[in-house]
């Protein structure tokens, strides 16, 4: 009784029968289509923060998070590593030596990066212990030279746990060329599998050997691998201790060598949201269509309110909250099934999998055997807020245009 006029006006429009079922049946699909243009949004978002976040546990536990490295091979590694551990973000730290080189078996090869571990600390800093397909990390002992390979590099040579393959190291010399090749052969003692790149392009040996590698002296590491409570700190963390050691160290963080891969999926990220933003606007406008129709259809109302002395602004005030509240339900309805769906994702796959009988997405090609879904409510109020934005501005032209019909103008064509 109390309510404005042109609310009161406009949602009874919006559940009144209308005359011509046409515009009805245009104005349920509009809500349709909008809802489902909001659930695929909030889905396919979902999903894609479920792969990222997939691919940061699994590459980033592989990785270290931070590196402190000594201008020279550090002699006394466990000192640099209790400096590092007073720091309130590192959680924990472990040797490691990293090198490049060739993997070389009956004829075939392949780029390797090799990372030399402590068996023992290695667990503290990475994930690779719980990944172990074949064989354990102890059994890289010390000057038998064992190498723990990925499953892609396996597979790609068909390597099994006693195999022996040829590891080429170059090495600066003063001969004419500047670099010669150094060859160490090593002995497959174990397979791991994180699910991604890395299982075919990291090689693990025993820090120890790596030294001899190196030549250096026994004990001598290049860096301390840094395990940290937020990895996103990184940077900050790194270059904080490396400040309090002085210039004879330096820092490298994950950002420095994987932070083009996670810039590259918060890309394709952004550009698929704005695509689909694109769908919700086509349901969004949608509602056009509809209150140029439904303008077309009242035009007597329109004509004995503006006799009953409406303004032109409330005229176009009932039509902007018609096409609100088709945009709000729309929305709403899309918002509240895209989180039912999101969060129910990976059983709605894996139950479509165990009636057909046929596996979407299997190991030996993705990374993963299910469909990742992490629903962030952030990402749920924006597609919503953009999606009822959009569907207000829907509203203003032809809410104009009935504002612009004169009484006589529109009874002259009932």
């Given at each position: 009784?109390?309510?404005?006029?042109?609310?009161?006006?406009?949602?009874?429009?919006?559940?009144?029968?209308?005359?011509?079922?046409?515009?009805?049946?245009?104005?349920?699909?509009?809500?349709?289509?909008?809802?489902?243009?909001?659930?695929?949004?909030?889905?396919v978002l979902s999903v894609m923060n479920g792969f990222q976040k997939e691919m940061s546990a699994r590459v980033l536990g592989m990785v270290p998070h931070a590196a402190i490295a000594g201008v020279q091979p550090l002699d006394d590694w466990r000192s640099l590593a209790r400096t590092a551990l007073d720091h309130p973000q590192v959680q924990s730290a472990a040797p490691l030596t990293e090198l490049e080189g060739m993997l070389s078996y009956k004829g075939a090869m392949q780029p390797i990066q090799v990372q030399g571990i402590d068996p023992h600390e290695e667990p503290k800093v990475s994930i690779v212990a719980g990944h172990m397909e074949q064989g354990r990390l102890a059994d890289l002992v010390p000057g038998e030279f064992g190498v723990v390979i990925g499953e892609i590099t396996a597979r790609r040579f068909g390597l099994q746990v006693g195999d022996k393959l040829t590891l080429i190291v170059p090495e600066l010399s003063d001969t004419t060329g500047g670099i010669t090749p150094r060859m160490q052969r090593l002995t497959v003692v174990g397979l791991f599998k994180v699910g991604a790149e890395l299982d075919g392009s990291l090689g693990l040996i025993h820090v120890a050997d790596a030294a001899q590698l190196m030549r250096w002296q026994p004990g001598q590491v290049q860096s301390v691998r840094l395990a940290l409570k937020d990895l996103y700190q990184a940077p900050q963390v790194a270059a904080g201790i490396v400040g309090e050691l002085g210039a004879a160290y330096r820092a490298v963080d994950w950002t420095q060598t994987q932070g083009s891969l996670f810039s590259a999926m918060q890309m394709e990220k952004t550009m698929i949201g704005l695509l689909l933003l694109l769908i919700v606007a086509v349901a969004a406008f949608n509602i056009v269509a509809t209150l140029i129709m439904v303008v077309a259809d009242k035009g007597a109302d329109i004509a004995i309110l503006r006799t009953l002395g409406a303004t032109p602004g409330q005229i176009m005030a009932i039509f902007m909250v018609q096409g609100t509240v088709i945009g709000a339900l729309g929305t709403l309805a899309g918002g509240v099934l895209g989180v039912v769906a999101a969060l129910n994702v990976s059983e709605l796959i894996a139950w479509l999998e165990s009636v057909s009988g046929r596996q979407i997405l299997s190991s030996d090609i993705y990374f993963v055997s299910y469909l990742p879904s992490d629903l962030q409510m952030l990402d749920v109020l924006l597609v919503c807020t953009a999606a009822f934005i959009l569907s207000f501005l829907a509203t203003l032209y032809p809410s104009w245009r009935a504002a612009c019909i004169q009484p006589a103008e529109a009874l002259r064509y009932e």
């Open positions: 009784m109390f309510r404005p006029l042109a609310v009161f006006i406009g949602a009874r429009y919006t559940r009144a029968k209308r005359r011509n079922h046409y515009i009805s049946f245009i104005s349920l699909t509009s809500m349709i289509g909008l809802a489902l243009g909001v659930l695929a949004m909030i889905v």
